[in-house]
């Protein structure tokens, strides 16, 4: 077997696509990285079209899933500020449009919950959030 490719060392599992409307919180499913030594999760934004909207990120953990709260930073890979997409003015082209962004959770909870809180008039467009479970305890992982 070999463990050194990436594909047989990483399991994906989609946490939410959703368009976030005014003033509005999205919650991600929840994620059981049992099995998993961290979780590596992506977020991938829309274009937003209106000045002053703010897209915060906060990584949330839990033993179990009923009790999920905010992750130390100190368990974090990254920071939820660089996460997030922080607009001041619109992002409708160019390379500031349609932007995808990173942030890692090393913790010891079992499962993994990602929320976007969204500040601002109109909606973002569609945000896209997966998480990247890797260091299996058993490889190779199957590809479903």
Known sequence: ???????SNIAVRHMY???IGANATVNSKIIDRKGYAGVEITFNYG????????VVAVVKEGDTTGAMTSVADSNLL??????????TTPRTSG????VGKRIGYIGNKRYV???LVKTGTTSVGVASVQAILFNPESAPVTNP
């Open 78 to 87: 990254g920071t939820e500020a660089l996460a997030s997409l922080l607009a």
């Open 17 to 19: 696509n959703v368009a």
């Open 95 to 98: 390379v500031a449009q349609n």
């Open 113 to 115: 919950q990602v929320s």
């Open 47 to 54: 274009a937003v079209t209106t000045t002053g909207t703010n």
């Open 1 to 7: 077997m070999n463990r050194k490719d990436l594909q």
